[in-house]
């Protein structure tokens, strides 16, 4: 492609809104631009660096014998209804005005459709089925440009076994190609056990990439090889435990203490043994939550233990009617109705305790969890904190934040139960198919390459993903000998099927093209001037490390394949 018939509109001013550093680079180099919130064409530039890394999930996926399909995102809405997601997405779900038709957010209710049909004997499977294709998500809050967009391109593959042997290997298999998969586009990646929502079980890793722009938190040791999302992770804080004396619990004033802080200030306490109450609205009804001390309550987890869709904070007038009491003054002892009570495991046993004692102004001290309150179970509740003990060495806890690429997911049997798609086993018995979800962001993919690899110029793409691998940069198009040598490299690069963008520009300084060809960030730039001419020779530059060489036009081509393979294996 030459630069004079290209539509390459890279931009100088950069919208305000955008503060990341991958979209304030793809709106520069001409890659995306945005057409509503959340909504984004991808520029041709783009869009050949989308398609690398679509080819790269291809190739993996087809060599782990998974098969591509090609599925509507037009769906109606009475199969979302099977599984009852339309209403579990809610707002997320675009809705199509006045039609029963809905925009598929993913497509687990699909396949499952399609298994039911098809999948009737445990001699049809194991299966894994992906596709490449947008997803439509009303994201509230759209923002970092692809990132978290309304409609992305997602790599969605499922697998059917009929054992849960057979899950496992289909997981371990997902998990492989992912890895090669983030490898090959030259990702630093990490992998966390994530969250399995309400249906409990180990079955879940998100593949992650470092980034203080990433809307999820990670907790991790990088000797033990302990990461967990933390949404999920734990440590080996020490739980609070029994004191020797256990006299009766005792009511005291504390009109100036509302917080566990103020408590322990004014009272000379100890943190952990203030067992802070929270009242929680779970699926409708409502529950007394304990933490000790300043722990912070973690929803997911929340969630996860109860098995819920949905928890809340109460409000401060259910807050009132539960207990009798506002915030900083609720308890174990004297509730004034029966709300349900359970707490977090460190709190297990313990006695020796501070809490609210349900009447604004007062808090019980000597509680016993055990004689003096009505807990009807212990979980892990609680979300970790930096340079806590990990729980598998017992080394401090790294907290980082990072953005989502992957994530891989055992389901079991949760939609096919819902939607009745069955098989009979050697005896002919009818048992739902073990199903398995795996998804991969592709604009994040990109995003996120972007965010780990550019200077303060622009870009620095890796060899797997760069729109073109080739920058010929013809100083003075005008001079016929720099244009014919320029044409020259162009031709013989092209015909070795290396990709390559000649800047032929005549009415631009070559300054101009220096800095367009550090912004677009192909891996190998290729400097043809007058003076290097005069040697028989031309520049090539490496984008990543900033070497330069001089080298014979002859051997142009040559060099420039052989930088491409080096950088190709960093
Ligand atoms: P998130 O928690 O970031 O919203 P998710 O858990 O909803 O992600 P999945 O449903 O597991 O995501 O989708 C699979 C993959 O699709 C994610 O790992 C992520 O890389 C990508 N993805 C999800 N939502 C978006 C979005 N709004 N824009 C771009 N990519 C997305
Ligand atoms: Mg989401």
């Not at 995306?32 to 989308?50: D, H, K, M, V």
């Not at 992650?208 to 992770?233: F, K």
């Not at 709300?339 to 006695?351: F, S, T």
């Amino acid at each position: 492609m030459r630069v004079t018939k290209a539509f390459l509109p890279t931009l100088k001013e950069i919208p305000s809104d955008a503060t990341m550093i991958s979209h304030r680079l793809m709106l520069r180099a001409g890659m995306i631009r945005l057409l509503g919130a959340g909504i984004y064409s991808f520029l041709p530039l783009g869009y050949r660096a989308l398609k690398k890394a679509i080819q790269i999930i291809r190739e993996e996926m087809d060599a782990i014998g998974a098969q591509e399909f090609h599925l509507p995102a037009l769906n109606p809405v009475e199969v979302w209804d099977e599984t009852g997601r339309t209403e579990a997405f809610g707002d997320t779900m675009f809705h199509i005005k006045n039609r029963p038709y809905v925009l598929a957010p993913t497509h687990e209710e699909i396949i499952t459709s399609i298994a039911r049909s098809f999948v009737k004997s445990y001699k049809d499977m194991p299966q894994a089925w992906y596709q490449i294709q947008e997803k439509f998500r009303n994201e509230p809050r759209p923002r970092s440009g692809v990132i978290r967009s309304r409609q992305f391109t997602m790599k969605d593959s499922y697998s059917l076994d009929a054992t849960w042997e057979g899950l496992d290997q289909s997981y371990e298999m997902h998990s492989r190609a992912y890895h090669r998969i983030y490898q090959r586009c030259g990702l630093n990646f990490f992998v966390v056990g994530a969250s399995s929502g309400a249906m409990g079980g180990t079955g879940s890793q998100e593949f992650m990439v470092e980034s203080d722009a990433g809307e999820d938190v990670c907790a991790m040791n990088d000797e033990s090889g302990y990461a967990a999302n933390l949404e999920v992770a734990t440590s080996r804080v020490p739980p609070v435990g029994r004191v020797e004396e256990n006299p009766p619990a005792e009511k005291f004033a504390t009109p100036e203490a509302r917080t566990i802080d103020e408590l322990v200030e004014q009272f000379g306490l100890v943190e952990e043994r203030c067992a802070k109450a929270l009242v929680y609205i779970v699926d409708n009804s409502p529950y007394l939550i304990f933490m000790a001390g300043n722990d912070q309550l973690n929803e997911s987890k929340l969630q996860a233990a109860l098995g819920a869709n949905e928890v809340r904070p109460a409000r401060d007038d259910e807050l009132g009617e539960l207990t009798g009491a506002d915030a900083g003054s609720i308890g174990p002892i004297n509730l004034k109705t029966n709300v349900p009570q359970i707490a977090d495991q460190r709190l297990e046993h313990a006695n020796g305790l501070v809490s609210g004692a349900n009447e604004n102004g007062y808090h019980f001290r000597n509680i016993d969890f055990d004689r003096d309150a009505k807990i009807t179970a212990y979980y892990d509740l609680r979300t970790v904190q930096e340079g806590e003990p990990d729980p598998l060495g017992g080394r401090p806890l790294r907290v980082v934040r990072a953005i989502e690429v992957g994530h891989i997911f055992k389901l079991g049997t949760k939609y096919s139960e819902a939607m009745g798609a069955t098989f009979l086993d050697e005896n002919g018995k009818t048992h739902p198919i073990i199903m398995g979800s795996y998804g991969i962001g592709v604009e994040r993919i990109l995003a996120c390459h972007i965010e780990q690899s550019h200077d303060e110029k622009g870009i620095i793409w890796h060899p797997a993903l760069a729109p073109y691998h080739v920058h010929i940069i013809a100083l003075k198009m005008q001079s016929a000998e720099v244009a014919a040598a320029a044409e020259d490299i162009y031709a013989r690069l092209a015909g070795e099927n290396v990709e390559v963008l000649l800047d032929d520009r005549t009415n631009v300084s070559a300054g101009f093209k220096f800095n367009d060809a550090d912004l677009l960030g192909f891996p190998v730039q290729v400097v043809v001037g007058e003076r290097n001419l005069k040697d028989g020779k031309a520049e090539i530059k490496v984008r990543k490390t900033g070497e330069r060489e001089k080298v014979r036009i002859e051997e142009v081509v040559t060099r420039c394949q052989e930088l491409l393979g080096e950088l190709a294996q960093a």
